[in-house]
Every structure is written in C-alpha cells, then in structure tokens.
C-alpha cells in the first residue's frame, strides 16, 4: 500500500511539473489530468472513496470541456501547436519556492491534534473515541442538502451535456451552409 501511495504521489507530482513543461494546451491538460485522477486514486487508496471519486468525475468532465472548447474557439487546431506555457518564469519560480517553503514549514511546525486514546495508547476506533471527524464534517457541509446537492449536479450535468450539443451542432450547422463536410 505505502509503494502504490509512494508511486501514485510521484506521478501526480511529475505530470504537475510536466504541465509547465508542456508545449501545448492539449498536452497540459491531459497531464493536469493524470496529476489529478493519481491524487484521486490516492483518496481512494486512504478509504475515501466518495472523494477520490468526486475528484475523478470533476476533474475528467472538467478537462474535457476545456478541450471541447479549445478545439471549438482556439485559433491554435486543437491547442496542438507549440507555444509557452509559462510567462514571468523567474517570479514565477520564486512564488513557487516561497509558498512550497511555508507550505512545508507548516507539515513540521503546526501540532496535529490526537484523537482522544491515542495519546495513552487506547483504543483509537468505536464510540469511545469519539466522533468521527470527517463524518462530524460531512454532516455539518450537507446536513439534509444532501438532495439539493445531488439534484445540483444532474442539473450541471444536463447543462454541460445540452451546452456541448448545442455547440456541436451550431458548428455542424456552420460546415454545411460552406459546403464543407
């Protein structure tokens, strides 16, 4: 387990580094991608799977409609052709490095609290330990909007789905008036 949440890690990070390495928009957003559904996979390898698999339905859908409409609206065909990703690389690099360097102050510096028993070496699971903080959290985000949300989505789903038809079929409609087939 630690191997494949050692491997999976290394390739969210190498596929995030290749994004500002990338020579195309295309190409950077099929790596965002893979850095994304490897750190899912990670969530799902931690037992958190309604979050992995959240994190893998948006990211996927998302990625696509950014290559949907960089197809449709770039003069760049399909976001293929090179061009530099990066702009003020030197000051983005310092960036980088200050926030990577109090990001990781704060790993080592900030006390993590310790669920009650753990401390003297107690039980750590069940109702003696209190509870659950993730579920404490959940409950507290969605209450009883838990319908709400889940008729949320099909509804931003629907959405995508009719905006991608729509633009489908304009531009189909577009090629046949040229006579281009």
């Known amino acids: 387990m630690i191997a494949l949440v050692s491997a999976l890690g290394a390739v969210a990070v190498v596929t995030g580094l290749l994004v500002f390495t990338a020579d195309s928009m295309a190409r950077a957003t099929f790596l965002l991608l893979g850095s994304f559904v490897a750190v899912a996979v990670v969530l799902i390898g931690f037992g958190l799977g309604y979050l992995g698999t959240v994190v893998i339905l948006m990211m996927t859908i998302e990625m696509m409609i950014m290559v949907v409409f960089m197809v449709m609206l770039m003069m760049n065909p399909a976001g293929l052709m090179p061009m530099t990703m990066v702009h003020n690389r030197r000051g983005s690099w310092a960036i980088a490095l200050v926030v990577f360097g109090l990001l990781t102050a704060g790993v080592w510096l900030v006390p993590f609290p310790v669920r009650a028993g753990a401390a003297t070496g107690g039980v750590t699971s069940g109702p003696a330990a209190g509870p659950d903080a993730t579920v404490a959290l959940g409950d507290a985000l969605m209450g009883g909007q838990m319908l709400t949300m889940m008729t949320l989505g ?28």
């Open 154 to 181: 099909l509804a931003l789903l629907a959405t995508i789905v009719g905006t991608v038809a729509v633009a489908v079929s304009r531009r189909e409609g577009r090629a046949e008036r040229r006579g281009i087939s």
